[in-house]
């Protein structure tokens, strides 16, 4: 084990392969205190996370609270230790524990047991962890239940569920508007953050390069009911400090948005110091790069933390009926006036969604974009529940064999 006193830490073992040994942060008083690991580790890491110049002790920096205490209580005796994921690669993870951050891999026993991928540590998760002398690297024993998950369909793997981020307070969308903002997207955005169980808030960036700032908030306000809207200038510094306010009591914020949305210039100004890569986006199109290529926690000077995420070129959903009856609130409610209970919204006699978009009350753009939003989640469900596809296929050769028949009578 290596115990270092003052200043910045970054210790490898190099007799293993460059995985970091276990890191003890002893700082001097009033010096920062480093949450930072190795550039030799696996899939490569990016370098000091950030500052941490408060004398808290690192776990409640983090947003170890009484609940996550109370829920490790039953580990407290078995030599484990709390700790939390601050960067998930593959086969391995970052983890900081109170000490210091170390590299750490989940037991085979947590491994076998998981259902899916989606219950193995991702960034954000609190994990219990057994940091054995005679162990290669830390073992993750458990991960304690989340508060929250911020998830989408893997674009990689049919119905496969992608964790972005756990236990999240607050998720800022960012959305850059130097040009019209994509009200479409925005939209499935909203939904995935409604559904993970965190609270919305939409991010207007770039606002300095924006010809219609305040007309962008506006088309934006017409989709995200319900929800707060800040408009940020990473470059000038205006609407950040809104930002820090919502990170008040340790709470975690994640950060989501296509590439080039400006998430990286904005941690930078969160944070106060340059522990984000950034890069221009090209001007020839406006598209930006992948900066960011891990989700990390990334603590902020004064408590809370903010999970950053790389820059999504696909937001696909899946299991998020819940999320798009939130991002549509007006839907939803209309939707309760109808005459079936499982009414679809698309020719059932009775609708009130239906009458609502005739008459001008529901825009129609809206519900076309609830429905292919509906229509892409129910297909995922169906292609992970092999009982669901097989009556789909019932279904659809019922249709079949109906269609058939009433082509032979026709031709009778």
Known sequence: ?????????????????????????????????????????????????????????????????????????????????????????????????????????????????????????????WVVVRTD??????????????????????????AATQVLAANIDTVFIIHPIVEEPNVRRLERELALAWDSGAVPVVVLAKADLSEDPEGARKAVET???????????????????????????????????????????????????????????????????HTTVARELVPLPNGGVLVDTPGLRAVALNDAEAGIAAAFPEIEALSYKCRFRDCMHETEPGCAVLAAAESGELAPDRLESYRVLLKEVRAAAIRADARLQKQENRRWGTIYKSAKANSKRGRQ
């Open 1 to 125: 084990m290596a115990r270092i006193r003052g200043g910045d830490v970054d210790v490898c073992d190099s007799s293993k392969g460059g995985v970091p040994a276990r890191i003890d942060v002893y700082p001097k008083p009033g010096a920062p205190r480093h949450l930072t690991s190795c550039a030799w580790a696996p899939s490569g890491l990016d370098p000091t996370l950030t500052d941490i110049t408060n004398s808290e002790p690192s776990l409640e920096f983090l947003g170890y609270s009484d609940r996550w205490r109370a829920l490790f209580a039953p580990y407290a005796e078995q030599d484990l230790i709390p700790a939390r994921v601050i960067r998930a690669d593959r086969g391995s993870v970052l983890v900081a524990t109170g000490e210091g951050v170390i590299r750490a891999e989940p037991a085979r026993r947590l491994s076998k047991e998981a259902f899916s991928a989606e219950e193995l540590p991702a960034a954000g998760d």
């Open 133 to 158: 002398t005679d162990l290669e690297l830390p073992q993750i024993e458990a991960v304690l239940p989340r508060t929250s998950a911020f998830t989408r369909a893997d674009p990689g793997k049919d």
């Open 223 to 289: 989709i995200a009911l319900g929800v707060d809207i800040h408009m940020t200038s990473a470059l000038t510094g205006e609407g950040v400090d809104a930002l820090l306010a919502y990170a008040d009591g340790h709470r975690t914020v994640a950060l989501i948005g296509p590439s080039g949305a400006g998430k990286s210039t904005l941690i930078n100004r969160l944070v106060g110091s340059d522990v984000q890569a950034t890069r221009e986006v090209r001007l020839a199109d406006g598209r930006g790069r």
